[in-house]
């Protein structure tokens, strides 16, 4: 797994290099982040606990919600 994390952001980093050289030649934009900091970003995102919405619909709301959606 470590390996492949590996090629993959070695991969994304020439990708991104060569990207950015084609956009300062044509005038364009780039990504301000590497791939790396946005798999790193996105695991701590992952690893954190998420806040769950309180149901406030009956079951029977909850119910006819599923059967309104199955019908559409």
Known sequence: M????QYRAYIATCAQLIAESTAKFAGGKTLKQSYI???QRQSKQA???QKTKKEERSPEQIAADILDALHR
Do not use: K, L, S, V
């Open 37 to 39: 900091d946005i798999i």
């Open 47 to 49: 690893m954190q606990p």
């Open 2 to 5: 470590a390996r492949e994390t």
